[in-house]
C-alpha cells in the first residue's frame, strides 16, 4: 500500500462547542487536546503545523442558565453558525493543498467540516467518502431523535433526509451519497434511526462484525472501495467508539467499544492506505475525563494515523506555524 501522502502541512483548527449535545463540557475538548501534547506529537512525526485556534460561539450571552438548558432553536443557531463558519474555514484550508485537523466540541461540528470537504471535492470532481468511527450512527432527524440534540443528527442532514426544512439549509444539506459512508463500530442505534440507515445503504460496522471479521478485514473493505472510486476520504472519529474503560472522557458512553490496540490498528491501516484526506475528533468532554486519560490516547491516536509507529524512524525537528504568522 501507498502510507499517506505527507501534506504540506497539518492545519488544526478547534471548533469549541457543545450546541449539539446535552451534556456540557466538551467545548473545552479542543484545548485539552493541545494541552495532552496534539501539536508536539506531529512535529515530532515531522510534520509542518499551523494551529487556527478556535472557532467559538461570537456573542455568548450572560446567564445563569446552563448552555444545556437553552432553548433548542438557540442551541440549533448556534450550531449552524458554526458550521458555516467551519465550512468556510475548512475550505480555505483544503483549497491552500493543506489537511485539516477538525477538534471538537461535539458532533455535530461535522455537519461544517464534512460539507467543507465536499464543497472541495466538487471543485476537482472527487468522490467523497466518509467513514464515521463512532458507537452511534448519528443518522437521526427531527422527527425520529429521541432528545432532540443535534449531534445525533449530522450524518442525515448531510445525506439528504428529507425531514429537514428550510430553517436547516445551509452549504451542508444533501451534499454526501449514502451510500459512500461507513459506520465503524456502532452499538447504540435508536430503531427509527436504523430503519433509515438500512433504507439508504449506508454501510455499518457494528462490534458484532467487529468481533466476528476483525479490524483488518472490516477495515480493508472500506479503503478498498474508496481506492476503487478514487475517493477523498474522511475521517470522523469520536471518543465514545473507544471502550469506556481506557476512554472515559465521553458524554454519551456505550460499553464494549474498540480496544487500544483496534483503534491504533485502524488508524495505522488508515495511514498506510493512503486515502484519507481530512479529519475530525470530536466530542471529547475533559470534565468527564480522567485526568487526563482519553485526550492522551486521542492524540496518540491521532499520531498513529499521521505516521507513528512502533518501528518508525527518528524523525527531525519541524517549524510550529501560528495563524498570525502565516
Not at 510534520?47 to 442551541?75: F, Y
Not at 445525533?152 to 426544512?165: Q, T
Not at 472500506?222 to 469506556?244: E, M, N, R, Y
Not at 487500544?260 to 498506510?272: G, P
Request: aromatic fraction near 4%.
Amino acid at each position: 500500500m501507498t502510507p499517506l501522502p505527507r501534506p504540506r502541512r497539518i492545519d488544526i483548527l478547534g471548533i469549541a462547542t457543545a450546541s449539539g449535545a446535552s451534556v456540557r463540557g466538551c467545548g473545552m475538548g479542543p484545548e485539552a487536546l493541545r494541552v495532552a501534547g496534539l501539536v508536539e506529537a506531529l512535529i515530532e512525526l515531522d510534520h509542518a503545523i499551523a494551529d487556527h485556534g478556535d472557532l467559538r460561539r461570537q456573542h455568548p450571552e450572560m446567564s445563569t442558565n446552563p448552555a444545556s438548558t437553552r432553548l433548542p432553536e438557540e442551541r440549533k443557531a448556534d450550531v449552524l453558525d458554526l458550521a458555516a463558519r467551519a465550512s468556510d474555514a475548512g475550505l480555505d484550508i483544503l483549497s491552500e493543498g493543506n489537511f485539516p485537523v477538525f477538534l471538537g466540541g461535539d458532533h455535530s461540528i461535522a455537519i461544517g467540516t464534512v460539507s467543507a470537504v465536499a464543497r472541495h471535492c466538487a471543485t476537482q470532481n472527487t468522490p467523497v467518502h466518509v467513514l464515521w468511527i463512532d458507537a452511534h450512527a448519528d443518522y437521526n432527524t427531527p422527527e425520529t431523535s429521541p432528545s432532540g440534540n443535534l449531534h445525533g443528527m449530522p450524518l442525515a442532514l448531510l445525506c439528504g433526509e428529507p425531514e429537514f426544512d428550510e430553517s436547516y439549509k445551509g452549504p451542508w444539506l444533501g451534499r454526501i451519497d449514502p451510500r459512500n459512508v461507513t459506520i465503524f463500530g456502532a452499538r447504540s442505534i435508536d430503531r427509527e434511526e436504523r430503519r433509515l440507515v438500512q433504507a439508504r445503504g449506508v454501510e455499518v460496522i457494528d462490534m458484532r462484525k467487529l468481533d466476528q471479521m476483525g479490524v483488518v478485514a472490516t477495515m480493508q473493505k472500506v479503503i478498498d472501495k474508496a481506492k476503487a472510486d478514487g475517493a477523498h476520504l474522511h475521517v470522523s472519529f469520536d471518543v465514545d467508539s473507544i471502550d469506556p474503560a481506557i476512554a472515559p472522557g465521553g458524554g454519551t458512553l456505550v460499553p464494549g467499544g474498540l480496544t487500544y490496540r483496534e483503534a491504533h490498528l485502524v488508524m495505522e491501516m488508515l495511514h498506510d492506505s493512503g486515502v484519507v484526506g481530512s479529519l475530525d475528533v470530536v466530542e471529547l468532554n475533559p470534565f468527564l475525563d480522567h485526568g487526563g486519560k482519553s485526550a492522551t490516547l486521542m492524540v496518540d491516536l491521532v499520531a498513529s494515523l499521521f505516521g507513528r509507529s512502533i518501528m518508525g524512524e527518528e524523525p527531525g525537528p519541524m517549524e510550529f506555524v501560528t495563524d498570525s504568522e502565516r
